[in-house]
């Protein structure tokens, strides 16, 4: 099994900057992607940035020039650099763990909620 454990997240205005952290324990698939997702009431949950263990990366376009995504894999950690944040950018916003492999398995944190006040 996985573990996940979120921190950052909180209020902010419009424009300011925030950071995510999430770190993975357990028994955890050496090829892996570790990433951000977010969710807002009534929609579908949605990719915001993940990073593979070699490095490779995958934006959504809403958050491209604003947001950073790093991690460190002998720590397991992934970060969120949130940058020039909009009202928009408000949701719970949640850490995944995708082993990639055949017959991938999807791995969960808690949720973080992120607010921006315009």
């Known amino acids: 099994q996985v573990q996940l454990v979120e921190s950052g997240g909180g209020l902010v205005q419009a424009g300011g900057s925030l950071r995510l952290s999430c770190a993975a324990s357990g028994s955890i698939f050496s090829r892996n992607a570790m990433g951000w997702f977010r969710q807002t009431p009534g929609k579908q949950r949605e990719l915001v940035a993940v990073?593979?263990?070699?490095?490779?990366?995958n934006y959504a376009d809403s958050v491209k020039d604003r947001f950073t995504i790093a991690r460190d894999n002998a720590k397991n950690t992934v970060w969120l650099q949130m940058n020039s944040l909009k009202p928009e950018d408000t949701a719970v916003y949640y850490c995944?763990?995708?082993?990639?492999?055949?017959?991938?398995?999807?791995?969960w944190g808690q949720g973080t909620q992120v607010t921006v006040s315009s």
């Open positions: 990073m593979t263990t070699t490095g490779s990366t």
């Open positions: 995944n763990l995708k082993t990639l492999r055949i017959g991938s398995t999807d791995y």
